[in-house]
């Protein structure tokens, strides 16, 4: 992979901080032992990188702590509305947020992921913009702990018609 980089115009290795392992692991009974085994074994040879664990914070409980968590939201726009403050009652004891996926998706709560006649949003809206707007800014009022934050259909395919 070195030799790839370097004719690419890239000789020198860049720094890795993070690491995620697994993704939207809160459905899986065998993330506990997953993290423990991953987290465990590659900490001791890369102390400086920070592993990301991924599903509900702290559901499942995982050993070693995670120092941070990739939280994914999928909601409607009511939701992110209400929830601006959610970071606001967040314990300050060194564990950070990564709000790896967040999207006003449906203004249907008891159905998210059905079809656009049960309203399914297809594409953004104004109203989808104002909810994931006041829930951003619970990001940047609690940037001690939300280290990042990517908004999920920011690269999608116009021809899948979804968010």
Sequence with gaps: ????????????????????????????????????????????????????????????????????????????????????????????NGTKYFEGEYAAISTNAGNLYGTPAEGRLTFPTMQSAAGEAAFMTGFERNADIVFAASYAPLLGMEEEERL
Aim: proline fraction near 10%.
């Design 1 to 92: 992979m070195g030799a790839k980089r370097a004719a690419l115009g890239h000789p020198a290795p860049f720094e890795l901080n993070y690491v995620e392992v697994g993704n939207e692991d809160f459905f899986s009974t065998t993330y506990p032992y997953r993290w423990r085994d991953f987290v465990g074994n590659l900490s001791a040879a890369y102390p400086a990188i920070t592993f990301i664990a991924t599903g509900y914070t702290f559901n499942p409980p995982l050993t070693p702590n995670p120092q941070a968590w990739d939280i994914h939201v999928y909601q409607t726009p009511e939701w992110f509305a209400q929830n601006a403050f959610i970071y606001d009652g967040f314990e300050r």
